[in-house]
């Protein structure tokens, strides 16, 4: 798989105007991360990088959203762990009274 620059610096990608974010952590939040949740946060910056930010630019222009990737989204669980945390919540709710 290319790294996010390689795919920038790719024809018709942006010519390399583009770079990777370079994940500044001021406030450390790192150190309260385990392996799974910064494996988890790598996911999501290379679909970032890979699905969205060469075409977010024309997404906003043309005042789109890009529902064809909300799939791919559940496919890698992207909002599961919210939408079960709410289920949880409301169900707990509901049997309390």
């Not at 790598?42 to 043309?62: A, S, T, Y």
């Given at each position: 798989?290319?790294?996010?620059k390689a795919?920038?610096?790719?024809?018709?990608l942006?010519?390399?105007?583009?770079?990777a974010?370079?994940?500044v952590?001021?406030?450390?939040?790192?150190?309260?991360l385990n392996?799974?949740?910064?494996?988890?946060?790598?996911?999501?910056?290379?679909?970032?990088e890979?699905e969205?930010?060469?075409?977010?630019?024309?997404?906003?222009?043309?005042?789109?959203?890009?529902?064809?990737?909300?799939?791919?989204?559940a496919?890698?669980d992207?909002?599961?762990?919210i939408?079960?945390?709410?289920a949880?919540r409301?169900?707990?709710?509901?049997?309390?009274?």
């Amino acid at each position: 798989m290319l790294g996010f620059k390689a795919r920038m610096n790719a024809p018709g990608l942006g010519g390399g105007t583009m770079f990777a974010f370079r994940g500044v952590d001021y406030l450390e939040i790192d150190s309260l991360l385990n392996d799974d949740e910064k494996l988890v946060r790598q996911m999501v910056r290379e679909f970032v990088e890979k699905e969205i930010i060469p075409h977010i630019e024309g997404w906003n222009r043309e005042g789109k959203f890009p529902l064809h990737l909300v799939p791919l989204m559940a496919e890698l669980d992207f909002t599961a762990p919210i939408w079960k945390a709410t289920a949880a919540r409301a169900c707990q709710t509901c049997s309390t009274g």
